[in-house]
């Protein structure tokens, strides 16, 4: 009876530890049943927005991102050797990864827009991350940064490169950036996105809102192509007074190829916009791709491990 009453009770805690063992897979969104969907885009950006993706926990990306000059128009074409001779903006950052879910950054931008010598901060966290099997359909990440301007404070009050205060030199985004991954080859995302500028110009808007709509194509293993374009939501009463000062705004369009070359991402884009930060080609763009006003510019990222798996057990 003591044997049968022992087998008993091995078969009960079997069953038991099975069970559970069912349970938790059940609700792992990690384990083969919820597979995450990996490279939904190649890089943390897609053209100047950014995407979904994040650096992995410990590591260092070393970004260099340019833009030339008017690559046609009036201030292009073989004189500037199509804008070659020109630089709108330059941007040279650090961005690190915390966790594989969040993720940080400093950077230094020449400005391409009407402040300049700007300094960002910036923070990225991922919610949520879509799954092969649909049990969550996209990826979820918000973004945020704040931007100061270093430049010297123009004479005139009146100039929006004007600085009363510390405060007047800052800036700030926040953005809601949601992706899908269509098969192997398409990606799609749209980004909600939010400016404020402590100082702007007379008319100008200090709270902006806009929507980015971008996009990959998959061509090859190491290649993609990839669209971006952003709608800002400008008042009629600021446009029409810009515009009886002869300044136009356009949304921001980009197109590009993206190749990855080991631990390298090289990135070759075209866009109407001069400037890299968020703060600045949302809500000031002011040239034309149907004008010639269109540059070509490039983004290098290179990543590195700071720390092995084993450092952090010691």
């Known amino acids: 009876m003591k044997m049968i009453a022992i087998m008993l009770l091995c078969c009960s805690i079997s069953a038991w530890c099975t069970a559970q063992d069912d349970l938790s897979r059940m609700f792992d969104t990690t384990g083969p ?113 704040a931007t100061i301007s270093c430049m010297t404070s123009a004479d005139d009050e009146h100039e929006p490169t004007y600085f009363g205060t510390t405060t007047d030199r800052l800036s700030y985004v926040a953005q809601a950036i949601v992706s899908r991954k269509f098969g192997d080859r398409l990606s799609l995302t749209l980004s909600p996105t939010y400016v404020h500028r402590n100082r702007v110009g007379y008319q100008d808007m200090n709270n902006m809102f806009a929507l980015g709509a971008s996009g990959r194509l998959k061509i090859s293993k190491r290649v993609g192509f990839v669209m971006e374009y952003y709608f800002p939501f400008r008042s009629q009463e600021s446009k029409d007074y810009f515009k009886s000062q002869g300044i136009t705004f356009y949304n921001p369009l980009g197109a590009g190829i993206e190749i990855e070359t080991g631990g390298h991402v090289f990135r070759i884009n075209f866009t109407n916009s001069t400037a890299i930060q968020e703060s600045q080609f949302i809500p000031e763009t002011v040239s034309s791709w149907l004008q010639g006003q269109y540059r070509w510019g490039f983004n290098i990222s290179r990543r590195f491990t700071l720390f092995g798996k084993k450092d952090w057990k010691k």
């Open 33 to 145: 049943k919820h597979k995450r969907v990996l490279y939904t885009y190649k890089g943390t950006r897609i053209i100047l927005g950014q995407s979904t993706e994040m650096l992995r926990k410990h590591e260092l990306d070393f970004r260099i991102d340019h833009r030339f000059g008017d690559a046609a128009g009036e201030f292009g074409g073989p004189k500037t050797f199509f804008g070659t001779d020109n630089s709108t903006d330059i941007r040279i950052a650090f961005e690190y990864g915390i966790t594989d879910q969040l993720m940080v950054g400093l950077g230094r931008s020449k400005g391409g827009g009407v402040q300049q010598q700007l300094i960002d901060a910036l923070v990225k966290y991922r919610l949520l991350q879509q799954t092969t099997d649909n049990y969550i359909p996209v990826s979820l990440a918000v973004f945020g940064n």
